[in-house]
DNA sequence: GTGCGAGTATGA
DNA sequence: CATACTCGCACC
């Protein structure tokens, strides 16, 4: 092996650069180490993070500049380098004169690009959120560098040599939406002024292209952008994009911003990647993953919707918009918007620490903006005899949409996809469960007896574990059932559905059904004549943490698209108990969102429950669990929860038995917990106990999630 | 992950 | 005593 004829050759020498020097040409070897022919001039060592996905090796490493990449190899450069016997990605973070390594150095391989595609200030922004979340920096530069594309690299024109393609000045806007909340324009001034005021703001649902949160978000990218510095805007999904990606082209015009989503294809991605990267755009509305977009001079970072899950992350180390956002408004000095039309305990929490100001419209505005909301409750046998029966609706509702749908489109959300998903005891309502294992009894379509969800036996004679029924009903109404019930009690009517896989992106002013689940409802032009809310029960009866909040948030989202009471919208809640008022329905009916949260974070801190504290979860099979905690040699105010088994998420839907052949090590799931001000104690522990155990080779996998209730949970 | 050295088992 | 193997850990 040569190396190794290197290694004896080189041992006990002292000075590294010459030895490298006089190896390569004593031995002749320049050929088969073609770039080791003379190390740079000036600051001849990288340092390189080195993409192996190991824990214990996410750190520089020191390598040796040829004289031929000395000008190539500039800090944010993709290199190449070989690191244990084999040739793998890294980046240049780094240029020094002198090694600290001991050793000998080996030379880069090649420079892959001399793009700095890792500015300094997204690596310091990485750095912080593998920390915040116990990930490693590879793992977080996956997510915030996207893969190169030679092609949109060589074709798109150069940085700033070629010099401000289209950048007219931006005029900064009228206020336009922002002139509806007391606070809105003092933000917009502070983000004139080049300042970074942070803002929560509870929006008004507007029907109007004027008056909706888009063109709110639009106007406050604009500012920015007219006090000279980027923005940068995030939002749920695709069909959020391109109504923000039209509210700024009609304030900024052509060229002025640029879109970031997954679903553009490679090779767009990138060119708009590398637009915003040299600086041809200052402005960027994109999905998640626009949130690490290296905008230059940030001034604004905003995104919508902070409680959707999809602005979680999904791949290792899970982080979320919110805290990634935050951290760069915080490292940048940017302003900070968060918007949506229910606000997260998480973003209460800000607003009660005074990090960030509440931007909420007066209660009269807010009446008259938003619907009237009337609360149907289930709907007894009694009411279940007319017409409205057919489509399990409360009368109150049917009467809502028959009279509505002379006026215009129809909303009806529905908790749900799929078809009867679920079933409980028609005498009881306690969920219905399989006689042999206990698992969730379900009905799909065409089944003629419920079958079990976890070991497929069918049911064919139900009986209640708890009072003994025989009956069944379907806990939820799936979207195509409903919308079949729907289609026939309305006869005439043209029925829409929008869900998983097929999602419509808006509906015309005529009136129509729309059937949606949440996330999922289209835009009305006009907005909808009625929005009926089905199913309020099983929104509100998940078992997460964050039922109510999740449940407040979909009803507001569906209810915002509805016309305000002003203009005789009215959205109708099916299915929330009648008999006593709970807060959840209450901040509904008001449309008080900010009331709700706050009571909703009261009793999160009450009860020691994030976002109060920092949790973080481990999931393994027991000993290694317990072992992996004990190595981690947790802060003393941390707390162990559990273990507890450990039941991944969907887990064993559909087809049946326990086949599969190796068994798998049945898991457990240990919850830490402790203040957020030893957060990063905690964090540093499990970033250490994971380095240790992959130094070790530790065959049992235990995975670790800080922030676990973040999206799914 | 891979490669290597140290340490240990194994066999003539 | 020589060779074959495993184990642990460094990897720049």
């Known amino acids: 092996m040569q190396n190794k004829g290197q290694n004896e050759a080189t041992d006990g020498l002292g000075e590294q650069l010459s030895l490298v020097r006089a190896v390569a040409s004593a031995r002749g070897r320049s050929r088969l180490l073609p770039a080791v022919h003379e190390a740079a001039e000036v600051d001849p060592v990288a340092l390189v993070l080195v993409d192996v996905g190991l824990p214990h090796l996410d750190r520089p490493f020191e390598y040796l500049v040829p004289v031929t990449m000395a000008d190539l190899a500039v800090p944010g450069a993709r290199v190449r380098v070989r690191f244990a016997g084999q040739d793998v990605d890294g980046f240049v973070l780094e240029r020094r004169a002198t090694a600290v390594h001991e050793g000998k150095?080996?030379?880069?391989?090649?420079?892959?690009?001399?793009?700095?595609?890792?500015?300094?200030?997204?690596?310091?922004?990485?750095?912080?959120?593998?920390?915040?979340?116990?990930g490693t920096l590879g793992d977080v530069l996956r997510l915030a560098v996207p893969p190169r594309h030679a092609t949109a690299e060589k074709n798109l024109p150069g940085a700033e040599e070629k010099q401000?393609?289209?950048?007219?000045?931006?005029?900064?806007?009228?206020?336009?939406?922002?002139?509806?909340?007391?606070?809105g324009g003092s933000f917009l001034r502070h983000v004139a002024s080049g300042d970074a005021p942070a803002a929560s703001w509870l929006a008004l649902p507007g029907q109007q292209a004027e008056e909706d949160w888009p063109a709110a978000m639009a106007v406050a990218a604009t500012t920015s952008l007219?006090?000279?510095?980027?923005?940068?805007?995030?939002?749920?999904?695709?069909?959020?994009?391109?109504?923000?990606?039209?509210?700024?082209?009609?304030?900024?015009?052509?060229?002025?911003?640029?879109?970031?989503?997954?679903?553009?294809?490679?090779?767009?991605?990138?060119?708009?990647?590398?637009?915003?990267l040299r600086g041809h755009v200052r402005c960027v509305v994109g999905t998640r993953a626009a949130m690490f977009a290296p905008v230059r001079d940030l001034g604004l970072v905003a995104w919508w919707d902070d409680g959707d899950d999809v602005l979680v992350e999904q791949r290792a180390p899970y982080p979320a918009v919110r805290e990634v956002l935050r951290t760069r408004a915080r490292l940048e000095?940017?302003?900070?918007?968060t918007g949506g039309f229910a606000r997260t305990t998480s973003v209460q929490q800000w607003v009660e620490s005074g990090e960030v100001r509440s931007v909420v419209a007066e209660a009269a505005v807010r009446r008259l903006a938003a619907p009237r909301v009337v609360v149907a409750g289930e709907g007894t046998d009694a009411e279940r005899d007319g017409p409205s029966a057919h489509a399990h609706l409360p009368s109150a509702a049917w009467r809502a949409a028959k009279s509505a749908l002379l006026l215009g489109p129809v909303l009806i959300q529905v908790p749900r996809r799929g078809y009867l998903p679920s079933l409980s005891c028609q005498t009881c309502r306690e969920p219905a469960r399989c006689g042999r294992c206990h698992g969730p009894l379900a009905l799909d379509a065409g089944d003629a007896a419920p079958t079990c969800r976890w070991c497929g036996s069918v049911a064919t004679a139900f009986e209640c574990s708890s009072c003994g029924g025989h009956?069944?009903?379907?806990?939820?109404?799936?979207?195509?059932?409903?919308?079949?019930?729907?289609?026939?009690?309305?006869?005439?009517?043209?029925?829409?559905?929008?869900?998983?896989?097929?999602?419509?992106?808006?509906?015309?002013?005529?009136?129509?059904?729309?059937?949606?689940?949440?996330?999922a409802e289209p835009v009305a032009e006009n907005g909808y004549a009625a929005t009926l809310l089905l199913d309020a029960w099983a929104s509100m009866d998940r078992p997460t943490l964050d039922a109510s909040e999740e449940a407040l948030r979909r009803w507001l989202g569906a209810a915002a698209l509805t016309r305000g009471a002003a203009d005789g919208g009215v959205a109708v809640l099916c299915g929330a108990p009648t008999h006593t008022t709970l807060p959840l329905v209450e901040a509904l009916v008001r449309?008080?969102?900010?009331?709700?949260?706050?009571?909703?974070?009261?009793?999160?801190?009450?009860?020691?429950?994030?976002p109060t504290v920092r949790m973080a979860r481990l999931v393994g099979p027991r000993v290694a669990v317990q072992r992996a905690v004990e190595l981690a040699g947790l802060p003393d105010s941390v707390e162990r929860l559990g273990p507890l088994p450990w039941a991944p998420v969907g887990a064993a839907a559909g087809t049946g038995a326990p086949v599969t052949g190796g068994e798998p090590p049945p898991r457990v799931q240990l919850l830490l917990r402790t203040s957020l001000d030893d957060g990063p104690a905690l964090t540093a522990a499990l970033t250490h106990m994971k380095a240790v155990r992959s130094a070790h080779k530790e065959r049992e996998p235990v995975g670790v999630r800080v922030d676990p209730m973040d999206g799914l949970g």
């Open 105 to 134: 150095l080996a030379p880069l391989r090649r420079v892959v690009s001399p793009e700095v595609v890792l500015t300094p200030r997204v690596l310091t922004l990485c750095q912080e959120v593998a920390a915040r979340y116990a």
């Open 164 to 183: 401000a393609p289209v950048r007219q000045a931006v005029t900064s806007p009228s206020p336009g939406p922002w002139a509806r909340y007391p606070a």
């Open 226 to 276: 007219a006090a000279g510095r980027g923005a940068l805007i995030v939002v749920p999904d695709h069909r959020d994009v391109d109504r923000v990606d039209a509210a700024l082209q009609s304030l900024l015009g052509a060229g002025q911003h640029v879109r970031l989503t997954a679903g553009q294809g490679p090779q767009a991605r990138y060119t708009a990647w590398l637009k915003v």
């Open 333 to 337: 000095g940017a302003a900070l918007l």
């Open 471 to 519: 009956r069944v009903r379907s806990s939820v109404v799936g979207a195509r059932r409903t919308a079949e019930e729907l289609g026939r009690t309305f006869p005439g009517v043209p029925v829409h559905t929008s869900g998983a896989g097929d999602v419509l992106a808006s509906v015309s002013g005529q009136p129509s059904l729309v059937i949606a689940t949440p996330g």
């Open 591 to 610: 449309w008080d969102p900010e009331w709700f949260v706050a009571r909703e974070l009261a009793e999160r801190v009450e009860l020691s429950l994030p």
